[in-house]
């Protein structure tokens, strides 16, 4: 099947931690994305990459750290510098073109106490 | 990219029509209007997208006016399954080539009654 994982779908750290959120795609995509979305709201752009080795921050990049040393794999690090790091992370990949969508995985629930 | 204005929720009877607003009156001429849906907890799914022509495909149609300030997303029979956050965005190419981020704001929540 091609798509986009990942995981876990849930997780729970104690403030202070980094912890780091993986996101994976077999869908040969050259761009992908990481997305916050908290209660009620709509989805706020962290960082992305649109190629590998290469990576630009997003709205809301403070906090966060990210690698893309394969295609498949992007990786997002919250820091203990995150002042509100739960929320609810969506990865997304798109291929590298003008107007394409983007695909996006399940998510995971991030809880810090 | 231009700002977009939706409704924050309505209702839909199952079996009929959902037709979804979208005020994107500052769009710009190279901008396209897309649509995605975010069932609830999980990751939000690709509907449909236009520049200027209505498009359809097998989950909607999307009428674009013809000042493209507006837009319509229809669901032509709605069903259970179709209760989700709807979000209409506006999305030019980009410096990135057309890689950069989409923005969302909070959407459209789509209620249907059996």
């Known amino acids: 099947d091609g798509g986009i994982t990942q995981s876990p779908k849930y997780l729970f750290r104690k403030e202070g931690q980094n912890v780091t959120l993986s996101c994976e795609q077999n869908l040969n995509h050259d761009a992908m994305y990481w997305y916050r979305q908290d209660p009620g709201q709509g989805l706020r752009l962290i960082y992305y990459s649109q190629i590998v080795n290469d990576f630009q921050k997003g709205d809301i990049a403070e906090g966060y750290s990210v690698s893309r040393e394969k295609k498949e794999s992007f990786p997002l690090t919250v820091t203990s510098a995150q002042k509100n790091p739960t929320a609810f992370y969506l990865c997304a990949s798109s291929p590298r073109t003008g107007n394409s969508e983007q695909y996006f995985g399940p998510g995971t629930r991030l809880t810090v106490t | 990219d231009a700002k977009t204005t939706q409704p924050p929720s309505m209702d839909c009877a199952e079996g009929r029509a959902a037709n979804l607003p979208c005020n994107h009156s500052?769009?710009?001429?190279?901008?396209?209007v897309y649509w995605y849906r975010q069932i609830h907890s999980q990751g939000p799914q690709y509907i449909i997208h236009g520049l200027k022509n209505n498009e359809t495909n097998e989950m909607a149609s999307l009428i674009i006016t013809e000042d493209r300030k507006s837009s319509t997303l229809i669901l032509p029979h709605a069903s259970l399954r179709d209760t989700a956050v709807y979000y209409c965005i506006v999305r030019g190419r980009g410096s990135g080539g057309g890689a950069d981020g989409l923005t969302f704001g909070k959407g459209t929540h789509l209620i249907i009654q059996p």
């Open positions: 500052t769009i710009s001429g190279n901008e396209y």
